[in-house]
């Protein structure tokens, strides 16, 4: 991984890694990456520290459990509120760490911890998520919540993950995290087109 940061280190794009843990994340920036994606949202010791000793961007994900039990049963009282609290918190905590809030993003974690109806209710909602003043990721590209709906398997969710990624942007997403670049960027020029104010 290190390699082949540093041969893209040069690239005007911004080059981001995901990684929970510190000494990868201190590897990876050094070697030329600009943003750090935890889905732990820097609650791993040592991770506040790396990112405040840096200039790097930082995505805060909402994960409920870890990666190898998210899945099973997942329940919240109000899936909505909780992340919000959540994201809210980590926000707080990278602040109070010395992180510049101009630096984060957050992500609510759409399929990490949350059955069908959670991941709907938070794309249906995920304005709330804009109180906290952050921009938000949405990652739902191909996600198995897609299929679920759809009954399409990965490789036959291209329309649903454009479909979805149209949804986050209008429900006040500011990124999108996605396999199908050239699809989504197409749909994502019309809708532009239709909200700009310009002929």
Known sequence: MIPLLEALAESPIPLSIDTYKPAVMAAALSAGASMVNDVKALREPGALAVLRGSDAAVCLM???????????????????GEVCGFLGERVAACEAAGIDRTRIVIDPGFGFGKTKAHNIDLLRHLGRLAALGRPILAGLSRKSVLGTITAR????????????????????????????????????????????NHD
């Open 62 to 80: 909402h994960m409920q459990g870890t990666p190898e039990t998210m899945q099973i049963d997942p329940r919240y009282d109000d899936v909505v």
């Open 153 to 196: 398997s990965v490789g036959e969710r291209v329309h649903s993950s454009v479909a979805a990624a149209l949804v986050a942007v209008y429900r006040g997403a500011a990124i999108v995290r996605v396999h199908d670049v050239r699809a989504t960027r197409d749909a994502l020029a019309v809708y532009e087109a239709v909200e700009s």
